[in-house]
């Protein structure tokens, strides 16, 4: 009949160089149905803690060559020894031996002769501090856990709760300026439409009648006609410009409150990715013969399912905010041999996921704002040139609505390059409506 094997107490390293007293204390302790280990000189007690740490040394002091003070100081010094207690065991009795073998880091001083009870139950003692100090760091462990998941889950709540009040504000601003907006663009066309017109009558009255009377000469001359006639064309350009420009961040406004998040269907990400720089091909063209160069690697990669014209938008930011940053560094440097790139990398992932990469070589973003590229309205270009709201609404569009990822990460030279991960399919659209 197999013996079955002896569920020990604990695991006991008795280390003395006088034999008589391991066999006196092992006899004892194994008993007591301690597992007992032996060790006689100090070298040969590192040795089995090395090999496998126990729960509890018992050290005689005087040994030759390594003695007990210093094999407990190097226990105590390193690591992964450091919490074994150590119960030092003398003969001596003098109050410096003691006060010494507590500095060093023993938790207790037994003196010959022993009394067997006594050491049972400073043993007993010493491990039932030792489970109560393990039981306590576990639980301190998990009080650290737990703290930290409220404090992640406080911080998404405060974070959602702000989106959802910036929506709503986006959303009445969106609708509150949609209006009057559609009005001045809608006249724009006809207003400059009658201005040529008139002015093209006043120019014919000038020539059918080039002698004007005194007083129509003195109001010409008084309000500089001619820079009317030249200027006038110019600011109801700069009207629609300025018009158009409102427009673009009411759109934006619109996706990131999404107030239109119709349109879900399969699209090709490639054709998107082309069409978008189609549309941008005028922008690729710097000063001089000097173009941005567009290196596309695409991968065989399945459609995907999703809100093509918000994804397209999600898309046309991060693209127009790197041609951005090529322009920033080629205004910049003096170096002619610089040439401008935008690398777009496509690749499908695990899980049926696709990656777009798309990375360029302008002036990179600094360190301090690297944490708020993707808040909203935070932006590093001036008043004319954005409202921070790009990157945000690109993110949203990614991570929000299509449960996908957009990371940003830097190059050592200086570039950017952002990553954008989403399923291919699935039920993500139901959760976000």
């Known amino acids: 009949m197999p013996i079955q094997a002896q569920a020990f107490l604990a695991d006991i390293l008795i280390v003395d160089d006088k034999l008589e007293n391991i066999r006196f204390l092992s006899d004892f302790l194994s008993k007591h149905h301690y597992q007992v280990r032996k060790a006689i000189n100090g070298q040969a007690a590192l040795m089995a803690v090395r090999t496998l740490p126990p729960d509890l040394i018992l050290l005689d002091i005087n040994m030759p060559g390594m003695g007990g003070y210093e094999v407990c100081e190097f226990l105590k010094n390193d690591f992964t020894t450091s919490s074994i207690p150590i119960i030092f065991l003398s003969a001596g009795n003098d109050v410096t031996d003691k006060v010494r073998a507590f500095q060093v880091g023993g938790i207790d001083y037994i003196t010959k002769p022993f009394y067997l009870d006594e050491v049972l139950a400073r043993i ?160 690729l063209e710097l000063e001089g013969s000097v173009g941005i160069s567009i290196l596309k690697e695409y991968e065989d990669i399945p459609e995907v399912i999703g809100y093509t014209n918000l994804f397209n938008q999600a898309l046309l930011n991060i693209l127009q905010n790197a041609i951005e940053a090529l322009k920033s560094r080629f205004n910049s440097i003096l170096d002619s041999s610089f040439q401008p790139t935008i690398w777009i990398n496509t690749q499908i992932m695990p899980k049926n996921h696709i990656k777009i990469s798309i990375k360029d070589n302008g002036i990179g973003i600094p360190q301090e704002n690297k944490a708020h590229i993707f808040e909203p309205f935070f932006t590093t270009k001036s008043v004319k040139k954005g409202v921070g709201l790009g990157l945000f609404t690109s993110y949203q569009i990614i991570t929000d609505i299509h449960k996908g990822s957009l990371i940003y990460q830097g190059c050592p030279e200086g570039c950017s390059e952002f990553i954008i991960e989403i399923p291919v399919s699935g039920d993500f659209y139901t959760n976000s409506l």
């Not at 006249?187 to 009658?194: C, F, G, K, T, V």
């Open 124 to 283: 007993q003692t010493q491990l039932k501090l030792k489970d109560l100090q393990k039981e306590l760091k576990s639980r301190n462990e998990q009080l650290q856990n737990t703290l930290l998941v409220l404090q992640n889950t406080q911080a998404e709540l405060i974070q959602k709760e702000k989106l959802v009040n910036a929506g709503r504000i986006a959303a009445g601003i969106a609708h509150e300026i949609n209006n009057p907006l559609s009005f001045i663009l809608g006249n724009l066309s006809p207003a400059s439409e009658y201005s040529q017109k008139l002015i093209s009558l006043i120019k014919l009255y000038q020539q059918a009648f080039p002698d004007a009377t005194p007083e129509i000469r003195n109001f010409i001359d008084e309000i500089e006609l001619d820079f009317i006639n030249s200027d006038f064309t110019k600011i109801i350009a700069s009207i629609h410009t300025g018009a158009e420009r409102i427009r673009s961040v009411i759109q934006a406004l619109h996706i990131f409150s999404r107030l239109d998040q119709s349109g879900i269907k399969p699209f090709d990400v490639h054709e998107s990715i082309d069409s978008i720089l189609m549309t941008l091909l005028y922008q």
